[in-house]
């Protein structure tokens, strides 16, 4: 696999993961076979692109590379600290979205590339009972700027959905903060329903 003329990686899957790109230049990716004795086929696969025209209208958030994951008195969050996939809040099922345990905060590099975010945020059905005054506090940061803040969320409360701009936002944060005895060993883990992200400008379509 070559990126603008220089050899980014090879693999026997019929998939190669490009990261790093940026976003606003045009690349020329070729792919070339390489055989059993070690050479290459001379003709290659290619096709240009801008990155950022590949950009659906929507992108589940959970889709998106993590760019650093902290857990509060624990440092870097190992994986136990982030989940993926359905969860269940107040008895309600939602098909996808981003599980965070309660101290952890997780951050994605946007580029400034969406305009919008949304969410329903809660807690989930698997964790403790919360007792009076006991929950989870959810907030959005983008820019190092305080975006959205839940309030206290206790496990029998509905969801909380928002929708807010995300405009020029380059860094993104979701934190998930314990209140009252939320936390200890039986965490709370605290969910992102069909978090989405939705893209700035309409883009032209790749060549």
Known sequence: M???????????EASFPLRH??????????????WEDGSMSAKAAATTFTPKALLPEELPLAELDIARTATEGEGPGGPWAVSRGAMTMNGRRFDAGLGLRAGTEVEFDLKGLFATSSAAAGVDDAGPESK??????????????????????????????????????????????????????????GDWANAKLGRAVALPAAK
Request: charged content about 25%.
């Open 2 to 12: 070559f990126v603008n003329g220089a050899l980014a990686g090879h693999t026997p």
């Open 21 to 34: 790109l940026n976003p606003d230049t045009p690349c020329r990716i070729e792919v070339r076979t390489v």
């Open 132 to 189: 009076k005054g006991d929950g989870l506090e959810f907030a959005v940061v983008g820019d190092g700027r305080l975006l959205w803040a839940s309030g206290l969320v206790q496990k029998a409360d509905p969801a909380k959905r928002f929708e807010i701009s995300l405009a020029g936002v380059r860094t993104l944060v979701l934190k998930v903060a314990s209140r009252g005895g939320g936390g200890g060993w039986r965490r709370l883990q």
